[in-house]
């Protein structure tokens, strides 16, 4: 579930952007950028949920004690085990059934049966706390998983808004000059660095503020529109005959 909660949570970075942002479909150089983006994004997340599980040490105490119960004695080995699971119940808030396993732990070691009866109690105690054990971690893991994925995603959208905010207004701006947005930003190396961005912001702060750019702009603005006007008026004039 986890992987597909992160590449669920990839395509709806994608999808966000490229519904919001045209330039990021009628630009194949920046849509490969925005891919590279994510693909990165996937990987570093994926290595952080490896890496990063905040309850490792009772993941594998919980591995070690299902590897031991099966061999050791059963009887003897109980109490230990539900200390175990009980401090880690503590440790993520999640209730701990001390009067249903307190029982099951008395009827064991103070046995009114048989041996045998005492010890297949034993074993299908130390399953039922084994599966329930492995229950609340595997939920555990999966809440977490969950919040640092959507994190993670937050941070992706909002890095990826801020740069399309820019590249959006530039290659607006460029279009009325006759440019390709790829003539002043290298997309070679497949994402932009600080230093890219940077020069981003310069750009269009210059643009922004020169006189003579912004008089080209308005003009080149106002001739496309003329042209535009002139097309539909040639194609009407047509269209009557």
């Known amino acids: 579930m986890p992987s597909l909660d992160l590449i669920s949570a990839a395509q709806s970075i994608n999808d ?3 519904e919001k942002y045209s330039v990021a479909k009628a ?9 590279e983006e994510i693909r990165v994004w ?20 919980l591995s070690a004690w299902r590897e031991k119960i099966p061999f050791e004695g059963l009887n003897e080995q109980l109490p230990a085990f539900l200390d175990d699971y009980s401090r880690f119940c503590s440790l ?20 009114k049966k048989s041996n045998k009866t005492v010890n297949k109690n034993s074993a299908v105690t130390c399953m039922l706390l084994l ?13 977490w998983e969950l919040r640092l994925i959507e994190e993670q995603r937050l941070a992706l959208l909002k890095k990826l808004e801020q740069l399309l905010d820019l590249l959006q207004e530039l290659d607006e ?4 000059l006759g440019l390709d947005t790829g ?3 290298d997309f070679s190396a497949g994402r932009l660095n600080d230093q890219d961005i940077s020069q981003l912001k310069r750009l269009m702060t210059y643009m922004a ?3 003579g750019v912004r008089q080209l702009c308005n003009l080149l603005g106002k001739m496309r529109q003329f042209e535009a006007s002139a097309r539909l008026e040639k194609a009407t004039v047509s269209c009557s005959y």
Do not use: C, M, Y
Request: aromatic content about 10%; hydrophobic content about 35%; glycine content about 4%.
């Open 183 to 185: 003539l002043l930003i």
């Open 173 to 176: 701006q460029l279009q009325l």
């Open 92 to 111: 993520i808030g999640h209730p701990f059934n001390k009067h249903f396993w307190g029982k099951e732990l008395q009827q064991i070691l103070q046995p």
């Open 209 to 211: 503020q020169d006189p």
């Open 16 to 18: 966000s952007i490229t």
């Open 42 to 61: 996937r990987s570093n997340v994926r290595g952080e949920i490896r890496r990063n599980f905040p309850f490792w040490e009772e993941e594998s105490k």
């Open 131 to 143: 599966n329930e054990w492995q229950k609340t971690l595997d939920q555990t893991r999966s809440e």
């Open 27 to 35: 630009n194949d150089k920046i849509a490969a950028l925005i891919e």
